[in-house]
């Protein structure tokens, strides 16, 4: 079973910086595609980015330019470097992991992540 903890979430103003972190543990973390999502309150989850094990990325538009993933296997831990962030970047941070093509996984608890304008 793979466990993942996200942390580094926080309250800062629009214009920020802001890195997260997710630790993975429970399985050999280089062989998986690692993923952030998020989840603003009345609002479905939804992709951000992803990092398959080449370190191969994939951005949704929308934070193309101020997000990047990133990972570090020998750490096993993929992070979120989020700039210029704005009040609608507002949400619940996830990270998940998946094995193979397909539905993600495993699923961390999420971190917090509030901009003030």
């Known amino acids: 079973q793979v466990q993942l903890v996200e942390s580094g979430g926080g309250l800062v103003q629009a214009g920020d910086s802001l890195r997260l972190s997710c630790a993975a543990s429970?399985?050999?973390?280089?062989?998986?595609?690692m993923g952030w999502f998020r989840q603003a309150p009345g609002k479905e989850r939804e992709f951000l980015a992803r990092i398959n094990r080449s370190a191969t990325t994939i951005y949704t538009d929308f934070v193309k330019g101020r997000f990047t993933i990133s990972r570090d296997n020998a750490k096993n831990t993929v992070y979120l470097q989020m700039n210029s962030l704005k009040p609608e970047d507002t949400a619940v941070y996830y990270c998940?992991?998946?094995?193979?093509?397909?539905?993600?996984?495993?699923w961390g608890q999420g971190t917090q992540v509030t901009v003030s304008s």
């Open positions: 998940a992991a998946r094995r193979r093509i397909g539905l993600w996984d495993y």
């Open positions: 429970g399985g050999t973390f280089s062989t998986y595609d």
